[in-house]
C-alpha cells in the first residue's frame, strides 16, 4: 500500500492484490471498451472526507454531484488524479481538468421493498460529453441484495455484472447500462468519475 498524506489524515491508494494467476482485468463483450478489475484504488473511508454541504441526508438512497467547476478541495481532486492515472496505465487518453464525479450511497435497513435507482437505462454520454468513465464500488455490504450491475453487450443482451466492494469498472461513455435496484440491509457507495475523452 501506498500512505499519502493529506491535511493530517491518511488516505490509501490500494496496490492490487490479487495472486498473482488471477487475471487483474477482465474485458466485456460490449461495442465499446468496457473492463472489469477486481481490486480497490480507493480506501473506501474516503467517501466520508468528502465535501457534502448539507447534501448528504439520511435517505436510503443519496447522490452528490461534482465537476471541474466545483470548489476545490483536495480529496476531490485526489480521486480525480488517482482515476486519471488509472485510465493512462490503461492507455485510455483523456481530459484530466474536464470531470463529473456522482457519489451514491445507499444506506439500507431490512428494506424488503427494493430501493429504486431513478436510472433508466442509459450511457454515461447522455449525461456528460464523450466521455471515459471510472466506476469505484468502494463498499458493498454484505446484506446488500442485488445491488450489481447491468450491462449490454455487442448483441444487445442484457447482463448482470456481479459487484462486490472493490470492484472497480472502467466503461466508455456508449456503454448501456443500469444498476440493479437494491434491498436488504447495509452500506452500498459507489464513486464515479467521468472524463472528456481526447478528441483524436
Not at 431490512?110 to 463498499?139: F, M, Q
Amino acid at each position: 500500500m501506498i500512505d499519502l498524506t493529506l491535511s493530517n489524515i491518511n488516505l490509501t491508494m490500494y496496490q492490487l492484490n490479487t495472486p498473482l494467476n488471477t487475471p487483474l482485468n477482465t474485458p466485456l463483450n460490449t461495442t465499446h471498451p468496457t473492463i472489469v478489475y477486481k481490486d480497490y484504488l480507493l480506501d473506501p473511508s474516503i467517501l466520508d472526507k468528502l465535501p457534502s454541504d448539507g447534501r448528504w441526508q439520511n435517505k436510503k438512497r443519496n447522490v452528490v454531484f461534482y465537476d471541474y467547476t466545483s470548489k476545490l478541495n483536495p480529496y476531490l481532486i485526489f480521486i480525480r488524479d488517482v482515476c486519471s492515472g488509472f485510465l493512462e496505465l490503461n492507455d485510455f487518453k483523456h481530459n484530466i481538468n474536464k470531470w463529473y464525479m456522482d457519489v451514491i450511497r445507499y444506506q439500507l435497513n431490512n428494506d424488503t421493498k427494493r430501493v429504486s435507482s431513478g436510472l433508466a437505462w442509459h450511457c454515461e454520454n447522455d449525461n456528460y460529453p464523450n466521455v471515459i468513465t471510472v466506476l469505484l464500488y468502494l463498499t458493498i455490504d454484505e446484506g446488500i441484495k442485488e445491488g450489481n450491475l447491468r450491462y449490454k453487450d455487442k448483441n444487445n443482451n442484457k447482463i448482470v455484472l456481479n459487484i462486490k466492494s472493490g470492484t472497480t469498472v472502467i466503461m466508455d461513455g456508449n456503454v448501456p447500462h443500469k444498476p440493479q435496484d437494491p434491498y436488504g440491509s447495509g452500506k452500498r457507495d459507489l464513486i464515479i468519475v467521468s472524463f472528456e475523452k481526447n478528441k483524436l
